[in-house]
């Protein structure tokens, strides 16, 4: 996961920065949140916060197709 994390919010802040940042810290806090919730032992705590991660990766994919598409049209 983190290798895609890292080239989503490198490649989608060429274009949107300011997005991509608010989401990267997004994703940051929601994993913090799950591994804390891993370490309890209990599936269910884990997925508290964590489970909107991939809210915040599905946002930088739509910023990189943005910033793909605008490439595109130059």
């Not at 949140?33 to 705590?45: E, I, L, R």
Request: hydrophobic share 50%; net charge positive; with cysteine.
């Amino acid at each position: 996961m983190m290798p895609m994390f890292f080239v989503l919010i490198v490649l989608g802040g060429m274009g949107h920065p300011c997005v991509c940042a608010a989401l990267g810290l997004v994703y940051i806090v929601t994993r913090y949140f799950y591994f804390t919730g891993y370490a309890t032992g209990d599936p269910q705590n884990r997925l508290n916060i964590g489970e909107y991660g991939f809210f915040a990766l599905l946002g930088l994919m739509i910023c990189n197709i943005s910033f793909g598409i605008n490439l595109l049209r130059r």
